[in-house]
């Protein structure tokens, strides 16, 4: 069964505006990881924040963890064309641990 | 920053032949790592964990005399899909993570298999 999932499958949005993307998984985390994948192509390591953690931002991304309610959220700032893409996101129990994927958001960003 | 190489990125092959897929952790070392499946607008489904030195663990369902698994080395982790089927086309993704821990995984490029 699908340990993370994301909301909404499919977003799309106008460049420059703001892209949220939220996850909600299950059972307990050692941590959280959003990923993303180009058509056809592998995947590409976002962002990770640990369960004890709540906020955490790199460049144009700002992900957040609510371990109460289970969930994350991805926001992309002002997005771009190339952000189209899916995006996971996937937990973990510890290190070197096993991930489980959500079904992932296909977002898509109109010039 | 942590590179893993796959090999090859796409693979055409008849029934009932086996393919191998190579995954190499270029710049650092793996114990562990990690293989997918993807169906087409679908998630990543984990297969297997591969441990340098040991056997793979499977997840439940996945056949481990169909898909073999071998990690030799700390930079290197081989899936063989063995007698292969049209049902075993997929995209297949490994990935592997830095023992510094302080990243996500580093996933491979991934391999389109077509068995026809």
């Known amino acids: 069964s699908q340990q993370g999932e994301e909301d909404p499958q499919a977003l799309s949005i106008q460049e420059g505006e703001n892209a949220t993307m939220n996850c909600s998984y299950k059972?307990?985390?050692?941590?959280l990881q959003w990923y993303r994948q180009n058509s056809g192509r592998g995947l590409v390591h976002l962002i990770l924040i640990r369960s004890n953690e709540r906020e955490k931002h790199s460049g144009r991304l700002r992900v957040t963890l609510d371990t109460s309610k289970k969930s994350s959220s991805l926001l992309i700032t002002a997005s771009r064309a190339a952000d189209t893409a899916s995006y996971f996101c996937?937990?973990?129990?510890?290190?070197?641990?096993?991930?489980?994927f959500g079904k992932g958001i296909t977002l898509s960003v109109r010039p | 920053g942590a590179v893993v190489s796959q090999h090859p990125s796409r693979v055409i092959c008849k029934s009932g032949t086996s393919v191998k897929i190579e995954c190499r952790s270029l710049?650092?070392?793996?114990?562990?790592m990690f293989w997918y499946r993807q169906f087409p607008k679908q998630s990543l489904m984990l297969m297997a964990t591969?441990?340098?030195?040991?056997?793979?663990?499977?997840e439940q369902g996945v056949e481990k005399d169909k898909f073999l698994i071998n990690h030799a080395s700390l930079t290197l982790s081989t899936l063989t899909v063995t007698s292969a089927h049209p049902e075993d086309s997929s995209f297949y993704i490994c990935s592997a993570r830095d023992v510094s821990g302080n990243y996500g995984y580093t996933f491979g490029s991934g391999t389109r298999l077509t068995v026809v």
């Open positions: 591969s441990n340098e030195g040991s056997k793979a663990t499977y």
């Open positions: 996937a937990t973990g129990k510890g290190a070197n641990s096993k991930l489980t």
């Open positions: 059972t307990s985390i050692n941590n």
């Open positions: 710049d650092f070392q793996a114990t562990t």
